[in-house]
């Protein structure tokens, strides 16, 4: 047995972590008078009203009054209609909520009426008294509900993901990418894995188009955390993810992918960045959606979304989301057929508490093999007279294959508005996943004759169960001319694991017959491997943080420093329960950042963080997995012109990092990993998001990652690649919807996006770079016939030109080949 730090007495840390969430929670009952306290210690006698540093930019009154509610915590009423075509010239400096909104409507027609002081109605020239206004079509802008504008732009303006708090996104000083539903929705995505194709410094499809799995993204280099709704995902083992997560694209609201160590908040993580998914939630505006969709690889899907309030005094709201899929895939015999179902319910006692439950349930059947390895000769290499392998080839055996996918998750999100000057949230979710498979793998390289390859089976039994629990207070104050925004916060997580795997023993090779990768014969006698029969081992993890971060705001001035502490443990069990590897560590890691905001919209930044990541399990030979540990500077500009829908992000940044999990060359060591010594990564990346004109939206990005092994256990290794990281990839994306004329209700677009060559893991293969096209048609028929408003088709292409190309390749196992033409039809009609 391993040991890698001293054991610390169970009990004691589950006393310090109930503790510590009781203190958070006993602030929920937390006294007006703690905001004297803070006014007191501030130098300044009490005021009624809390004073805010306000910094909205003039342009569309609609997205100025969401940022307005946010920070003032009100519940703000406005009629779409009173909204459209207003502009304001924004607000800057420390005012009273009050104050800050007159601004925002002084050189408007518009007037505002508080219904005490925490509702305030947006009346238009028209109608000046709240009941007149009431009868015409409203929106709520609060900072929890729905945001204006979330559901037709690209560019969204705020992210809790950065910074744990509701902060504008030029005030964040890394790098934070976000995909929103209806850039998920207008670009065909039906994985969480395409929804990031055109995301600067993400490679999300890597193992090709027949891979159940998101969990294998790389972001800058580094494979990616998934988060959702603030808390990480269950993993399994790290190093092999069998047991991980897959989210149904459809439930969610936006993705943020966060660039860089994210430990001072998050806690363990890689250094590469998280991605953090925001589930669709109850909303106070009614939702009615229902959707049918047909396409290629006999594709049949039916999808609903549904929500809005349950009673008349608007205090609970619900939200149905669902999804329903028998489907192929490009590959025969691997299915996609799937059952999702995300129920949610807000319930808001008054206007300064919301607690809100989700669940989710994920079925998967039917899907046989995860991976498709094909072998490099006849991909993408020449193989003589036979050609090209076809992409639809099966290389295992249908008879024989399975895998099947169960997960499901419940938790709920807390909120509570102390007063002006603190609130405190408490964030819980269970979630369970189940994964079991059995498949045929490739074994060597081809056989003489060049149509034929041996193989291997195994079998997989895998799963994972989670408990995680986060704790915040965020409190807001002045120290003369510094706003401070505090956020302190307690978390805990725990993490069951099972992984218990059984593949062909060397003696009975011989038994399971080759398949001819031209001529397939499928249904031959095949030894069930099992799942017990080499590796049966298990952990048990937990990890308890306690973080601070001050966002300090001084004129045009953001200061951002955070910093965390970390204490994990993991057991590894072998099939019997004994424990046969121990970790204990423990770590702080920190982040410090600023930002300087010009009045043009510029804002350069610079940061410095750590990253902290406990790698649970062993290699083949039973040594534990150390830390992997790092570190990253980025410099960059964020460029948000004041009165448009437009957001530029450019950084360079310096990664190094500790520890790496490396896949073990020697394929006897199923799914074996061990570590290297350091790795860096230096790039650029680029990203322009932007509503040129109404209804035309546009996606640019580029990114450059210089990427190599910088001290390693042989000196061979020193200088070589990173393993499928792309030195560069571009995309651009634009759609086009037209909004007068004869083809009113009319839209088409397209995107390009092109990956560089990778290497594998002894840099002797080089998978070739690839360039796709996709394209979009859509029409709205209520443009045509009112009678039939809300009813629109959508056709999408992926892969336009149906090109045949390679994700990545790796000695001695094949390659795997990317997604080929897919054409989808999808129907919606919304009420």
Known sequence: M?????????GRRKAFFLSATALVLVCGAWPAAAQTALDTAAGRAPTAATLTNFDIPAGDIGPALTNWAAQSHVRLVASTDALKGVKTDGVKGVYAPEEALDRLLSNTELRSNF??????TILSPSSLDANAQAALPTIDVTESGNKQGADSTYVPTNSRGGSKTNTPLIEIPQTINVITAKQISDQGAQSVSQALRYTPGVLAESYGGSSQFDAFTQVRGFKADFYLDGQRLPNGLTSTSWASSVIEPYGLERIDVLKGPASALYGQSTLGGIIDMTSKRPTETPIHEIQ???????RKQVAVDVGGPVDKD???????????????????YIGDNRVYVAPALTWKPDLDTSITFLANYLSEWGGKTSFNYMPSAGTVLPNGPYGRIPSNRYMGDPYFDRFDRQQGSIGYLFEHHVNEALTVRQNLRYYEVDADLRALNRSGDMLPGNTTINRRAFGIDAGAKSLAIDNQAEIKYLTGPLAHTVLVGVDYRTENNHYNVGWTPGPQLSLIPPINVYNPVYGLPIPDPGTTNNTLSSTHEQQLGVYAQDQIKYGSWVATIGGRFDDADADTRDGIKNIIGRQRDHAFTGRVGLNYLFDNGVAPYVSYSTAFQPQPGMDFNKNVYKPTTGEQVEVGVKYQPPGTKTLITASVFDITQQNRLTADPDLTHFNNFFQTGEARVRGIEFEARTEIKPGFNLIASYAHLDHEVTKAATPQEVGRRLAQVPLDQASLWALYEFQEGQLNGFGFGGGVRYVGKTWDLTNAFVTPDYTVFDARLQYDFGKLNPQLKGTTLSINALNLFDRYYATQCTSGQGCTLGNRRTILATMSYKW
Do not use: C, H, I, M
């Open 292 to 298: 049918v969709q047909t396409g290629s690889y006999d």
């Open 115 to 120: 219904a005490g002081k925490r509702t305030v």
């Open 314 to 332: 608007g205090k609970l709201f619900y939200r149905f989301t669902g999804l329903a899929r028998d489907a192929g895939t490009q590959v025969d």
């Open 2 to 10: 391993s040991e890698t730090r001293g054991n610390r007495p169970a």
